[in-house]
Nanobody
Framework: QVQLVQSGGGLVQAGGSLRLSCTASGRTIRPYALGWFRQAPGKEREFVAGISWSGGTTYYTDSVKGRFTVSRDNAKNTAYLQMNSLKPEDTAVYSC????????????????WGQGTQVTVSS
């Protein structure tokens, strides 16, 4: 069992930056692929970014490419989502997720979820 606790988020003006953190407890996240999702009111949950367990492979949805960076520090059992040049359309509840995987690749379905954190970007 992996427990994921998120921190970061909040209110920022358009063009600003925020960093989300996702810290795991219960066991090491080393063999887990990690991902970040978001869900805006009235919209479906969207897979925003993913990172393989080595950190060697990353994925970004098109709308955040060049603005968001996903990373992980396995020694700290923590994943990060650095969000720059934020836009009002980035406003959503952001959730981190983890899934154990034998292969060092991106996964799109996850087992464990963080509690979610609100990111609001004002225009």
């Amino acid at each position: 069992q992996v427990q994921l606790v998120q921190s970061g988020g909040g209110l920022v003006q358009a063009g600003g930056s925020l960093r989300l953190s996702c810290t795991a407890s219960g066991r090491t996240i080393r063999p887990y692929a990690l991902g970040w999702f978001r869900q805006a009111p009235g919209k479906e949950r969207e897979f925003v970014a993913g990172i393989s367990w080595s950190g060697g492979t990353t994925y970004y949805t098109d709308s955040v490419k060049g603005r968001f960076t996903v990373s992980r520090d396995n020694a700290k059992n923590t994943a990060y989502l650095q969000m720059n040049s934020l836009k009002p359309e980035d406003t959503a509840v952001y959730s981190c997720a983890a899934r154990w995987t034998l292969m060092d690749n991106i996964v799109y379905e996850y087992e464990y979820w963080g509690q979610g954190t609100q990111v609001t970007v004002s225009s």
